[in-house]
T-cell receptor
Framework: SAVISQKPSRDICQRGTSLTIQCQVD?????MFWYRQQPGQSLTLIAT?????????ESGFVIDKFPISRPNLTFSTLTVSNMSPEDSSIYLC??????????FGPGTRLTVL | SQKIEQNSEALNIQEGKTATLTCNYT??????LQWYRQDPGRGPVFLLL?????KEKRKERLKVTFDTTLKQSLFHITASQPADSATYLC????????????FGAGTRLAVHP
Protein backbone atom coordinates (compact mmCIF):
# COMPACT_ATOMS: atom_id res chain seq x y z
CA SER A 1 0.00 0.00 0.00
CA ALA A 2 1.15 3.53 -0.74
CA VAL A 3 2.18 5.93 2.00
CA ILE A 4 1.06 9.49 1.41
CA SER A 5 2.07 12.67 3.18
CA GLN A 6 0.56 16.11 2.89
CA LYS A 7 1.83 19.55 3.79
CA PRO A 8 0.71 21.59 5.58
CA SER A 9 -1.37 19.52 7.96
CA ARG A 10 -3.43 22.58 8.81
CA ASP A 11 -3.47 26.30 8.15
CA ILE A 12 -5.47 29.39 8.95
CA CYS A 13 -5.61 31.86 6.10
CA GLN A 14 -7.05 35.25 5.39
CA ARG A 15 -9.81 35.81 2.87
CA GLY A 16 -8.49 36.61 -0.60
CA THR A 17 -5.19 34.79 -0.23
CA SER A 18 -4.09 31.48 -1.77
CA LEU A 19 -2.71 28.31 -0.24
CA THR A 20 -0.79 25.54 -1.98
CA ILE A 21 -1.11 22.05 -0.55
CA GLN A 22 1.54 19.45 -1.32
CA CYS A 23 0.99 15.71 -1.66
CA GLN A 24 3.93 13.28 -1.71
CA VAL A 25 3.66 9.54 -2.39
CA ASP A 26 6.31 6.97 -1.56
CA UNK A 27 5.93 5.17 -4.89
CA UNK A 28 5.27 6.09 -8.50
CA UNK A 29 1.57 6.30 -9.35
CA UNK A 30 -0.23 7.20 -12.53
CA UNK A 31 -3.27 8.93 -11.10
CA MET A 32 -3.65 11.14 -8.08
CA PHE A 33 -6.94 12.51 -6.81
CA TRP A 34 -7.82 15.59 -4.84
CA TYR A 35 -10.90 15.62 -2.60
CA ARG A 36 -12.58 18.17 -0.40
CA GLN A 37 -14.44 17.30 2.80
CA GLN A 38 -16.47 20.15 4.17
CA PRO A 39 -17.38 20.14 7.87
CA GLY A 40 -19.73 17.28 8.66
CA GLN A 41 -19.87 16.19 5.01
CA SER A 42 -18.50 13.34 2.98
CA LEU A 43 -15.73 13.53 0.41
CA THR A 44 -16.24 15.33 -2.89
CA LEU A 45 -13.82 14.76 -5.74
CA ILE A 46 -12.27 17.99 -7.00
CA ALA A 47 -10.07 16.67 -9.81
CA THR A 48 -7.94 13.84 -11.11
CA UNK A 49 -4.28 14.64 -11.76
CA UNK A 50 -2.23 12.67 -14.27
CA UNK A 51 1.45 13.26 -14.79
CA UNK A 52 2.16 15.05 -18.02
CA UNK A 53 -1.35 16.27 -18.71
CA UNK A 54 -3.82 18.80 -17.40
CA UNK A 55 -5.94 17.81 -14.47
CA UNK A 56 -9.52 16.73 -15.09
CA UNK A 57 -11.96 18.70 -12.96
CA GLU A 58 -15.33 17.56 -11.67
CA SER A 59 -18.51 19.52 -12.13
CA GLY A 60 -18.49 22.59 -9.91
CA PHE A 61 -14.71 22.89 -9.72
CA VAL A 62 -12.60 25.01 -12.07
CA ILE A 63 -8.91 25.34 -12.77
CA ASP A 64 -8.77 29.05 -11.94
CA LYS A 65 -9.97 28.37 -8.42
CA PHE A 66 -8.12 25.07 -7.85
CA PRO A 67 -5.01 24.91 -10.05
CA ILE A 68 -3.21 21.59 -9.82
CA SER A 69 0.32 20.63 -10.72
CA ARG A 70 1.65 17.13 -11.30
CA PRO A 71 5.33 17.49 -12.14
CA ASN A 72 6.24 13.81 -11.63
CA LEU A 73 4.83 10.43 -10.64
CA THR A 74 5.21 10.92 -6.89
CA PHE A 75 4.13 14.50 -6.28
CA SER A 76 1.21 16.86 -6.80
CA THR A 77 0.05 20.23 -5.53
CA LEU A 78 -3.40 21.74 -5.19
CA THR A 79 -3.77 25.49 -4.81
CA VAL A 80 -6.88 27.01 -3.31
CA SER A 81 -7.02 30.48 -4.84
CA ASN A 82 -8.66 33.69 -3.70
CA MET A 83 -10.01 31.96 -0.64
CA SER A 84 -13.28 32.70 1.10
CA PRO A 85 -14.68 31.24 4.34
CA GLU A 86 -16.67 28.76 2.20
CA ASP A 87 -13.35 27.13 1.25
CA SER A 88 -12.80 26.05 4.84
CA SER A 89 -12.54 22.28 4.53
CA ILE A 90 -10.26 19.33 4.80
CA TYR A 91 -8.42 18.73 1.53
CA LEU A 92 -7.24 15.19 0.86
CA CYS A 93 -5.14 13.63 -1.83
CA UNK A 94 -5.33 9.98 -2.73
CA UNK A 95 -3.83 7.46 -5.10
CA UNK A 96 -5.20 4.27 -6.54
CA UNK A 97 -3.40 0.95 -6.56
CA UNK A 98 -3.81 -1.65 -9.31
CA UNK A 99 -6.53 -3.35 -7.28
CA UNK A 100 -8.80 -0.27 -7.47
CA UNK A 101 -8.32 0.57 -3.78
CA UNK A 102 -7.55 4.15 -2.89
CA UNK A 103 -5.08 5.28 -0.28
CA PHE A 104 -5.51 8.66 1.29
CA GLY A 105 -3.20 11.19 2.78
CA PRO A 106 -3.85 12.54 6.28
CA GLY A 107 -5.52 15.65 4.92
CA THR A 108 -4.94 19.39 5.19
CA ARG A 109 -7.36 21.23 7.44
CA LEU A 110 -7.92 24.72 6.05
CA THR A 111 -9.68 27.50 7.92
CA VAL A 112 -10.35 30.75 6.07
CA LEU A 113 -11.15 33.81 8.15
CA SER B 1 -28.90 11.22 -11.19
CA GLN B 2 -26.57 8.78 -9.45
CA LYS B 3 -27.06 8.69 -5.72
CA ILE B 4 -25.46 6.84 -2.82
CA GLU B 5 -27.37 6.64 0.46
CA GLN B 6 -26.12 5.63 3.87
CA ASN B 7 -27.93 5.93 7.17
CA SER B 8 -27.26 9.44 8.38
CA GLU B 9 -28.13 8.62 11.95
CA ALA B 10 -25.43 7.21 14.17
CA LEU B 11 -25.56 3.52 14.95
CA ASN B 12 -25.10 2.74 18.63
CA ILE B 13 -24.43 -0.87 19.63
CA GLN B 14 -23.12 -2.81 22.57
CA GLU B 15 -19.65 -4.29 22.56
CA GLY B 16 -19.64 -7.87 21.30
CA LYS B 17 -22.68 -7.42 19.06
CA THR B 18 -22.67 -7.35 15.27
CA ALA B 19 -22.91 -3.95 13.62
CA THR B 20 -24.63 -3.81 10.25
CA LEU B 21 -24.35 -0.74 8.03
CA THR B 22 -26.25 -0.20 4.80
CA CYS B 23 -25.30 1.42 1.51
CA ASN B 24 -27.92 1.87 -1.20
CA TYR B 25 -27.32 3.31 -4.63
CA THR B 26 -29.55 4.31 -7.51
CA UNK B 27 -29.38 4.94 -11.21
CA UNK B 28 -26.25 3.06 -12.07
CA UNK B 29 -24.50 -0.29 -12.05
CA UNK B 30 -21.03 -0.06 -10.53
CA UNK B 31 -18.38 -2.64 -11.32
CA UNK B 32 -17.37 -2.68 -7.65
CA LEU B 33 -18.10 -1.10 -4.30
CA GLN B 34 -15.71 -0.18 -1.52
CA TRP B 35 -15.94 0.45 2.21
CA TYR B 36 -13.68 2.85 4.10
CA ARG B 37 -13.25 3.78 7.72
CA GLN B 38 -12.66 7.38 8.75
CA ASP B 39 -11.64 8.55 12.19
CA PRO B 40 -12.05 12.21 13.20
CA GLY B 41 -9.35 14.41 11.69
CA ARG B 42 -7.95 11.62 9.54
CA GLY B 43 -8.17 10.52 5.93
CA PRO B 44 -10.31 7.49 5.04
CA VAL B 45 -8.70 4.06 5.33
CA PHE B 46 -9.59 1.36 2.83
CA LEU B 47 -11.27 -1.73 4.32
CA LEU B 48 -12.83 -3.92 1.65
CA LEU B 49 -13.66 -3.99 -2.04
CA UNK B 50 -16.33 -6.23 -3.51
CA UNK B 51 -16.89 -6.66 -7.24
CA UNK B 52 -20.19 -7.00 -9.05
CA UNK B 53 -19.71 -10.74 -9.61
CA UNK B 54 -19.08 -11.38 -5.90
CA LYS B 55 -21.90 -11.85 -3.42
CA GLU B 56 -19.86 -11.71 -0.25
CA LYS B 57 -16.38 -10.93 0.94
CA ARG B 58 -14.79 -11.35 4.36
CA LYS B 59 -11.74 -9.98 6.11
CA GLU B 60 -11.20 -10.94 9.74
CA ARG B 61 -14.27 -9.59 11.60
CA LEU B 62 -15.56 -7.72 8.57
CA LYS B 63 -18.05 -8.99 6.02
CA VAL B 64 -19.46 -7.19 3.00
CA THR B 65 -22.32 -8.28 0.77
CA PHE B 66 -23.22 -6.84 -2.60
CA ASP B 67 -26.70 -7.31 -4.08
CA THR B 68 -26.73 -5.82 -7.57
CA THR B 69 -30.46 -6.54 -7.93
CA LEU B 70 -31.39 -4.62 -4.79
CA LYS B 71 -28.58 -2.12 -5.49
CA GLN B 72 -27.42 -2.50 -1.93
CA SER B 73 -24.34 -3.41 0.07
CA LEU B 74 -24.33 -4.45 3.71
CA PHE B 75 -21.24 -4.05 5.86
CA HIS B 76 -21.00 -6.17 9.00
CA ILE B 77 -18.59 -5.98 11.91
CA THR B 78 -18.87 -9.03 14.13
CA ALA B 79 -17.82 -9.10 17.79
CA SER B 80 -17.65 -5.31 17.72
CA GLN B 81 -15.24 -3.44 19.96
CA PRO B 82 -15.12 0.17 21.15
CA ALA B 83 -12.09 0.60 18.86
CA ASP B 84 -14.43 0.00 15.91
CA SER B 85 -16.15 3.32 16.66
CA ALA B 86 -15.68 5.51 13.58
CA THR B 87 -17.49 6.74 10.48
CA TYR B 88 -17.83 4.16 7.73
CA LEU B 89 -18.08 5.30 4.13
CA CYS B 90 -19.14 3.37 1.08
CA UNK B 91 -17.80 4.41 -2.29
CA UNK B 92 -18.45 3.47 -5.89
CA UNK B 93 -17.03 4.40 -9.27
CA UNK B 94 -19.42 6.56 -11.27
CA UNK B 95 -20.87 5.18 -14.48
CA UNK B 96 -18.13 5.09 -17.06
CA UNK B 97 -15.75 6.63 -14.56
CA UNK B 98 -13.23 4.08 -13.54
CA UNK B 99 -10.32 5.11 -11.36
CA UNK B 100 -12.34 7.63 -9.38
CA UNK B 101 -14.87 7.23 -6.60
CA UNK B 102 -18.08 8.81 -5.40
CA PHE B 103 -18.52 8.59 -1.64
CA GLY B 104 -21.63 8.21 0.44
CA ALA B 105 -22.18 10.53 3.39
CA GLY B 106 -21.08 7.84 5.84
CA THR B 107 -22.58 6.28 8.93
CA ARG B 108 -21.12 6.94 12.35
CA LEU B 109 -20.79 3.81 14.47
CA ALA B 110 -20.44 4.01 18.25
CA VAL B 111 -19.64 0.79 20.10
CA HIS B 112 -20.29 1.04 23.82
CA PRO B 113 -18.52 -1.11 26.44
Amino acid sequence: SAVISQKPSRDICQRGTSLTIQCQVDSQVTMMFWYRQQPGQSLTLIATANQGSEATYESGFVIDKFPISRPNLTFSTLTVSNMSPEDSSIYLCSVEDPGDEQFFGPGTRLTVL
Amino acid sequence: SQKIEQNSEALNIQEGKTATLTCNYTNYSPAYLQWYRQDPGRGPVFLLLIRENEKEKRKERLKVTFDTTLKQSLFHITASQPADSATYLCALPPSGGYNKLIFGAGTRLAVHP
